[in-house]
């Protein structure tokens, strides 16, 4: 079960609020293996000259893996999100996202130092005007295309490692679809050939962190 738990913490913790940036899906920074986008506020990588952030080597977990899952790279959501970007923004602070211009759950405000109450209330507590309000935003997200972020249409070696790059737009409900997708769909082997017998997003101790930082992103 370590090996399930690593996989499912490592590709949430290392993920801000989707799966590719699309400041980082071109062929350089494919090839670069590197994704550190300016922040509008100053214009530098992962806002450097504003104290938010700097591009950085990402660390990967050097603990053994167990024997649940017999293979070691064939998969690219192994040791996320190394295949693909090997230099990342490691934010500071109450900073987070993946160029450190979002606020870390629970705060808000310019330095994101104000603190931020929110209570997820019971739908059935919700009044008619609130409801509609509610499905409303979901409708709005299903029409709207994601400004930050892309889905892969096909895998880092399909891309020629990087440098054809494959993405779609996609909109941001169907965003988040795809994020439970990912995390969860079998193991690609090569070819046609796939592994079902783990699903690390619920088959595994990751199943709680990772599904409550899903609701919080969403």
């Known amino acids: 079960m370590l090996l399930a738990a690593l996989y499912c913490l490592l ?3 290392q993920t801000s609020a989707g799966h590719f940036p699309r400041a980082c899906a071109s062929s350089k920074n494919l090839i670069e293996k590197e994704c550190c986008p300016p922040w509008g506020g100053d214009g530098s990588p992962c806002g450097q000259l504003s104290g938010r952030g700097s591009c ?10 167990g024997p649940q899952f017999p293979f070691t790279g064939v998969d690219e959501r ?10 990342t923004c490691q934010c500071f602070g109450n900073f987070m996202g993946f ?6 759950f629970g705060f808000q405000g310019p330095n994101c130092t104000e603190r931020r109450l929110l209570v997820r209330r019971n739908i059935f507590d919700l ?3 609130e409801k509609n309000k509610f499905l409303a935003y979901l409708t709005l997200a299903k029409h709207t295309i994601s400004p930050d972020f892309v889905i892969p249409t096909g895998t880092y070696g399909q891309m020629n490692n990087g440098s054809t790059p ?5 909109n941001i409900y169907d965003l988040f679809v795809w994020m439970h997708y990912y995390g969860s769909r079998d193991t690609l082997l090569g070819g046609s050939e796939v592994w079902r017998d783990i699903d690390f997003a619920h088959e595994a101790p990751g199943f709680l962190p990772w599904h409550r930082l899903f609701l919080l992103v969403l």
Request: glycine share 2%; aromatic share 16%; proline share 8%.
């Open 166 to 170: 494959m993405f779609s737009d996609i």
């Open 56 to 65: 950085q080597d990402i660390l990967l977990s050097k603990a053994p893996l």
């Open 11 to 13: 590709w949430t913790f």
């Open 78 to 87: 192994e040791s996320w999100p190394s295949v693909f970007y090997n230099r």
């Open 127 to 129: 009044s008619v005007p």
């Open 99 to 104: 160029n450190c211009g979002s606020c870390m």
